[in-house]
Every structure is written in C-alpha cells, then in structure tokens.
C-alpha cells in the first residue's frame, strides 16, 4: 500500500522557470495515492498557467490571499487546516526569504503560517542566488523550523552557469516526500465506524437517545485516519468535531444507522461499531405533542434491529470490532456479546464510572477476542483509541 493514501498535500509553485515541472510533481505524489491541491504565486503565473496544474490536480488552483468565494474570506485557514505537508516547488529565492522571515504577503506564505503540516522546500534559482549567505541563512532558518529541504541538483541552467541549483527531479520530490509518511498495516483499508448516540422520537418533542458523546468512535476515526485507512464515518447525535477527510454520513435514528451502513458495508475490510444505537424505539410515534393532562402514560417498545450481528452474518462480513457499554457483570456480558453476535472483537467500556466513559475526554477499556483479554488502562480517549488498533492489528492484519 501506498504512504500517502488519504494524505493531502499543497504544492506551492512560485516563480522559477522550474515551474514546467510542477505538473509532473502533482502527478508523481498521485501515483503514491495523495490528495493534491495547488497553490499558484504570481511570479510562479509567469511560467505555468493554473489551467494545466488545475487539469493534472484535479482541483482548483488557488492564487488569492483575498478570495471571496471562501468561507468568511479565510481560504489561507482552510488550506492550512487541510494540508497534512506543503511542499513548496520549485521555491524561489524570493519565496524562501519570505517564508524564512515569517511574512504573509501572499496566499502560500499565509498558509504556511497558518499551518502546522511538514513543510518541504525545493529550492530552484541560479547557482550565485543558492550559495549567497543570505539564501544559506534564510535555509537554516527553516531548518531550525524542522521544514525539509529538497536539495536542488546540480547542471547546466537556464542562465549558462554550470552548478548547484537546478530544481530536484520530480521523482525524487515526490519520494521524499513518500518517505517521511509512515506505512502502517492500515494503509488502504476500508474502515467503516459507527459512532454517536441515535435519536428514537416519541412525538416532535420528545426522544428516548443517550448519553454518548461521539468522541471515543472519532479518536478511532482519526487514527485510522493517521494510519493511512480510507475511512467512512457514520454517525449520530455527537458533540465532537468530524474529521474531514472521512466520508461522513449523517444518520438521526436507529433505522437510518442500519440502513447506510448496509448501504457502505460492500467491501469494507474492517467495521468498528462504536456508536450506542438505542435498542428500542417507540411502537407509536406520535405527529403531535403528547399533552400532560397528569395521568399516566403507557409507552410501547419495541427492538430495533442489531447492526453489529446482521454484518457478523454476512456471507462476506468485514472483521468485525463492537463495542459494550455496561454497568454490571460487565466481563460476563461483554464476553456474551462476543460469542452472541458472532463478532472478532469486543470493547468492554465500563459506563458507571462518571470519571471516564460517557461525555468525558478519558476512558479505560478492556480488549476482548477469543483469545484475547487485556485491559487498556485509562488515558485519554485519543491514546487509548491508538492501542486499541494497536492491538488490533497484532491480532488480526
């Protein structure tokens, strides 16, 4: 599998005759699986037109700090929220002088402020602009800033000179690039998740739902994420933030939960049901207002269906992960979940302890498969979503 599968990653084109070789740049980090977006500078507009990297990217290319069609006018946030790695290429003296010294007078010198994504530069100037002091010094600078500079080669240039400048192969660029993303055994899986609490209506007003927040389920997104996986995130009622480089799936109830995911189930290769699906709804919905007229009221359940044990019963199931949120015989019932739904994992979270567990930023877990018994003591919700798939893995991929 590819490093950069669901990586996304900036290139910056600033103003070099180098900046014919972008698009080849653009494609090569595709071949890896990467997500490209471009940033165009105007010295860059002088050699290469933003139709030709918007055609190989796929995307729009960018060029104004000052755009008016981004969201409250901050296109330098968004990109920089988006990026995982910038690479700047080729880069200018100017550019790196600009960067080096923290200004933002442009679109990619303001999203390179803005943003804390790995930071690779590849310089392409003539050969007395490279070895100056002031371009060595500016270079150091970054250095110290842990940006990764991309040493340019060395030939004949554009000028006549014969020497160190000439912008690095697109090959190497994109393979170093490549190489500082960890491949993991995650790395292009298909990964559907389940997270939230659903919302089962007794009239317009009223609903029977629960206390789960979301944020145990969208630390497994996000590390999967991390991981490389190609994630598809179904959920409900949440008080988390979306990631969003997961495809996301908004659902309300329990019906709509199973319903998109047997929709999403085809060729996953691994579901992770975390969300708390209510087990039952009301019999008889109410169009209008109950009215409290101080008699007694009679509600009528009934079961929703079981997600996590009708994917367990599919001819071609994924590796099933389910999670069991008890409050006593916690071990006993979460081992007869494990057996009952036919499923490879099960999450045993104790849901009586209010120190961890529902709407808290902690948790404390145990990892339970057939063979399995390990207790992941408590931490935060983020770490212990990281040991969770780090056992997985070891038992399963």
């Given at each position: 599998?590819?490093?950069?599968t669901n990586k996304h990653i900036i290139i910056g084109v600033s103003g070099s005759i180098s900046a014919y070789k972008a698009p080849d740049i653009v494609r090569r980090l595709q071949d890896f699986d990467a997500k490209v977006k471009?940033?165009?500078?105007k010295g860059g507009a002088k050699f290469i037109t933003k139709w030709s990297l918007q055609s190989i990217s796929k995307n729009k290319v960018y060029h104004n700090l000052w755009d008016e069609d981004a969201e409250f006018g901050m296109r330098h946030i968004e990109l920089a929220r988006w990026a995982d790695a910038i690479l700047i290429a080729p880069a200018s003296a100017n550019t790196i002088t600009n960067i080096s010294i923290g200004k933002a007078n442009d679109l990619l010198s303001s999203v390179v402020l803005a943003s804390d994504a790995l930071l690779f530069i590849a310089p392409a100037m003539n050969l007395k602009m490279y070895q100056s002091h002031a371009l060595q010094n500016n270079l150091s600078i970054l250095i110290n800033?842990?940006?990764?500079?991309i040493k340019p080669g060395s030939g004949e240039q554009v000028c006549g000179d014969i020497g160190m400048g000439k912008l690095a192969e697109p090959s190497s660029i994109a393979k170093q690039v490549f190489q500082q993303f960890i491949s993991t055994k995650l790395t292009g899986k298909k990964v559907l998740i389940t997270l939230g609490s659903t919302i089962e209506a007794i009239d317009p007003i009223r609903f029977i739902s629960n206390h789960s927040s979301g944020k145990m389920g969208m630390?497994?997104?996000n590390t999967c994420i991390e991981s490389g996986a190609l994630v598809t995130c179904i959920y409900g009622n949440i008080t988390t933030t979306l990631n969003t480089k997961s495809n996301n799936i908004s659902i309300v109830n329990a019906q709509q939960m199973y319903d998109k995911v047997m929709d999403n189930i085809t060729n996953q290769d691994i579901f992770i049901a975390c969300a708390a699906v209510s087990d039952f709804s009301a019999k008889n919905t109410k169009n209008q207002k109950i009215k409290n007229d101080r008699r007694n009221l009679t509600l009528e359940l009934i079961p929703n269906k079981d997600i996590l044990a009708d994917v367990c019963k599919l001819k071609e199931k994924p590796i099933c992960m389910g999670f069991a949120a008890e409050t006593q015989n916690m071990l006993k019932n979460a081992k007869n979940k494990l057996k009952n739904k036919g499923c490879d994992v099960i999450i045993l979270n104790d849901v009586s302890n209010a120190n961890f567990g529902f709407n808290t930023d902690e948790n404390e877990v145990t990892f339970l498969s057939k063979n399995l018994n390990k207790k992941i003591a408590k931490s935060s919700k983020k770490k212990v979503a990281k040991k969770i798939?780090?056992?997985?893995?070891?038992?399963?991929?």
């Open positions: 599998m590819n490093n950069l471009v940033i165009l500078t800033r842990h940006a990764i500079i630390e497994l997104v798939l780090e056992i997985f893995i070891k038992e399963y991929l």
